[in-house]
């Protein structure tokens, strides 16, 4: 049996949450910890798809910020690939850092609103590739394609789209240097309902068609509470 892609060992994130350090002093107040995450332990297989399930506050966009190195540990460990994630700010990190990409919550607030599509998607090529700019154009255009997406709309901005649009860039942006594992942080919870499905359904079918390793952040009531919390 092969070793999972991704492995998370008592993995915890604490955050300082103290009044000033001169408050402290002279008010005699200690400090404050917020245990956001504390000993989270899974195992994700290549291929597969794992979901973290919670009502909101319980910790999941903390952990799937971990997932991707943009949150340090306060302790614990997590691999990619048997490799710790601390490697991704050594020297050479960047070929780690490249095999992990994320898809945030909402769709317009992580895209740059000054920026043209063609130039949020082409962004991750210019630090991970070496393709020159007919080659990285092309490469858009392929990307807008395979998320159901015209290729001439790399030359429209971001308020231009409806929101499962844009949630379609997004994910276009992250699959624009082939990553190996998708981070998806309640990736349609600022979506309507009749778009969900669709955004869903065509993470699906890329899971299927690229082979993909998923990690699928989505909220809950807390009457139907699962998973990691």
């Given amino acids: 049996m092969s070793a999972p892609l991704v492995q998370v060992k008592d993995a915890a994130r604490w955050f300082d949450v103290s009044p000033p350090w001169l408050e402290r002093k002279l008010a005699g107040k200690p400090r404050v910890m917020l245990r956001a995450v504390d000993g989270v332990s899974f195992e994700i297989a290549r291929g597969e798809t794992l979901a973290l399930v919670g009502e909101s506050g319980c910790g999941k966009s903390t952990v799937a910020r971990m997932l ?11 691999r990619f690939d048997g490799q710790p994630l601390s490697k991704m700010s050594e020297p050479g990190g960047r070929a780690l850092r490249k095999r992990l990409q994320m898809i945030f919550q909402d769709p317009y607030a992580s895209l740059n609103p000054r920026w043209r599509v063609g130039r949020i998607i082409a962004e991750p090529m210019l630090t991970h590739t070496t393709m020159t700019p007919a ?27 409806s929101g499962g649009q844009r949630q379609r860039i997004s994910i276009a942006r992250a699959l624009a240097v082939n990553p190996e594992f998708l981070v998806c942080d309640e990736p349609t919870s600022a979506l309507d309902v009749s778009v969900q499905a669709q955004v869903l359904n065509l993470m699906k079918d890329l899971q299927r068609e690229l082979g993909l390793t998923l ?15």
């Fill in 68 to 78: 991707v190195g943009l949150y340090g540990l306060t302790r614990g460990d997590i």
């Fill in 135 to 161: 080659e990285r154009t092309a490469r858009v255009g392929d990307l807008l394609k395979q998320v159901g997406l015209d290729p001439a709309d790399q030359g429209r901005y971001p308020h231009q789209f």
């Fill in 215 to 229: 990690s699928l952040i989505h909220i809950s009531e807390p009457t139907r509470r699962r998973g990691i919390s």
